[in-house]
């Protein structure tokens, strides 16, 4: 068979199985679609198929389908970062600047100090840390990955719950917009290349005054057409970023963080969200799986991957419940909010794909986070769920 031919037998595996498994198995209550497709992807890599059925894998997989596989995945995934940067909403992170700020410092910092100690338990053992990098580098990128909170999957998931319009959904919101502000720059701290500081200086620079012309002309174009420039301006941040070695999905983050969401119809973002998901983001997720290797042995992976989760899980808790000590929330309110924020897969993903990209780590520490990311993504749903029914008076509460 031919490239081409090839190529779609991949993409009908990438959009049957998933959804197969998901529709008959009936496990949306607590592994949505989006989670199913994660795992997918992991059976069809190399460490699964690739093990049981090395012929069949090779046969399909080939270099040029998995070029082009990856083509599409580059792309879905930039507008769907782009799509997390636009919807920050800052002004209202102003506006509740004090509870916002301890609720946001402490669900990211608590967490990123657990993740740090476990990398740094793992950098005992040789296999996690990546050819390029530094201990800094995979201890800062690990514990960050354990701090991470998919704002994309968050907002799935309170539309599910019912809270997304709600005043507690707001509310998550803000923090997780100010968590996703940090890490996007610790992330761009741990790529920074010193033997190419002065690029990345100037793509900095110009990119802080395109983007004031930028601005200047989104607002006085029809919304029609701020849709087909917003993905010039995605396709230019994004190769700028890239030249300059701080990796394109930072473009697509700076891309979208400098775009107001009241330039764009709301109903139709997410909707933009909802077809992104459903036509092109499950080819990230099979490249995604396609990465994923047991070469250091399953037992040490599944060892990482619970560890990880234990400190990403306790960590995140922690620290919103001591936030909610110190703003005087309502008893369980901290609980709902904790594991709300826990919501790891895509954004997560994209943070470890980069990671790897870099070799600051191995295949085998990104396989552990995967698993840590969708353990701790399945999770949120039932343990939200149950607590959302028995508080719903906590909804309405906006501080």
């Not at 990856?70 to 970062?81: K, R, Y």
Request: hydrophobic share 60%.
């Amino acid at each position: 068979m031919n490239t081409t031919e090839l190529f779609l037998i991949a993409m009908m595996l990438i959009f049957a199985l998933p959804w197969l498994i998901w529709r008959l198995g009936r496990t949306e209550y607590y592994a949505p679609l989006v989670v199913v497709q994660i795992l997918t992807g992991i059976l069809l890599g190399p460490g699964v198929l690739g093990q049981a059925f090395p012929d069949y894998y090779s046969f399909v997989f080939t270099p040029g389908v998995i070029q082009s596989l990856n083509g599409i995945a580059w792309w879905a995934v930039m507008i769907f970062v782009m799509i997390a940067g636009v919807e920050l909403d800052l002004k209202q992170a102003w506006q509740h600047r004090r509870e916002s700020g301890i609720t946001a410092g402490l669900a990211l910092g608590t967490p990123l100090l657990f993740g740090a100690a476990a990398a740094g338990v793992m950098l005992l053992s040789d296999g996690w840390l990546g050819s390029q990098g530094q201990s800094w580098q995979f201890v800062l990128g690990v514990g960050m990955a354990c701090a991470v909170t998919a704002l994309p999957i968050l907002i799935l998931f309170m539309e599910k719950l019912a809270v997304l319009r709600q005043p507690i959904g707001q509310r998550i919101l803000r923090y997780a917009s100010l968590d996703d502000i940090a890490i996007w720059g610790v992330l761009a701290l741990i790529l920074m290349d010193w033997t190419r500081v002065g690029r990345q200086l100037f793509f900095l620079l110009a990119f802080a005054l395109i983007a004031w012309l930028f601005r200047k002309l989104m607002a006085r174009l029809s919304e029609g057409d701020r849709w087909y420039v917003a993905l010039i301006w995605l396709a230019a941040c994004g190769f700028g970023a890239d030249w300059a070695g701080l990796h394109f999905m930072v473009g697509a983050f700076l891309a979208g963080a400098v775009m107001e969401a009241e330039w764009f119809d709301q109903e139709k973002m997410d909707q933009l969200r909802h077809h992104v998901l459903l036509v092109v983001m499950p080819v990230f997720f099979l490249s995604t799986g396609l990465r994923t290797t047991w070469t250091m042995g399953g037992e040490a992976v599944f060892f990482a991957a619970g560890l990880l989760l234990v400190a990403s899980v306790a960590g995140k808790l922690i620290g919103v419940r001591i936030a909610g000590r110190v703003l005087g929330w309502a008893p369980g309110e901290a609980s709902i909010i904790g594991w709300l924020l826990q919501t790891k897969a895509l954004i997560m993903i994209i943070f470890a794909n980069i990671l790897l990209d870099r070799e600051i780590i191995t295949s085998g520490a990104f396989t552990a986070l995967l698993l840590m990311a969708v353990a701790s993504t399945m999770l949120t749903v039932p343990m939200v769920a149950p607590k959302l029914a028995r508080l719903r008076e906590l909804i309405g509460r906006s501080a």
